[in-house]
């Protein structure tokens, strides 16, 4: 079982910078990780996702070059990092454990969000 919880959203203005956190109880790093998110009225999309032992990441075209996700298995904890904000990027950020690197389907574990407001 793994707990994830996450942290760092907020109001900023575009062209800011954010970092969030994914701190997890349980053995986060048995699993590959990514970051999802979902704007109002929209479907719910991946932003991001890291290998177990950080040899990989993958990323939305989105987002490329703006964002950057990490990991410290020894602190148990993912980071996203967002560079360069846009009001397009405004969405509740989800945390979620991967059954596979390469696949988004049905993570196993998910955060309960956290709100990225971003204002033009």
């Known amino acids: 079982q793994v707990q994830l919880v996450e942290s760092g959203g907020g109001l900023v203005q575009a062209g800011d910078s954010l970092r969030l956190s994914c701190t997890a109880s349980g053995r986060m790093s048995a699993y590959p990780l990514g970051w999802f998110r979902q704007a109002s009225g929209k479907e719910r999309e991946s932003v991001a996702a890291?290998?177990?032992?950080?040899?990989?990441?993958r990323y939305a075209d989105s987002v490329k070059g703006r964002f950057t996700i990490s990991r410290d298995n020894a602190k148990n904890t993912m980071f996203l990092q967002m560079n360069s904000l846009k009001p397009e990027d405004t969405a509740v950020y989800y945390c979620a454990a991967l059954r596979n690197f390469y696949s988004d389907y049905e993570p196993p574990y998910w955060g309960k969000g956290t709100l990225v407001t971003v204002s033009s």
């Open positions: 890291i290998t177990w032992n950080s040899d990989n990441t």
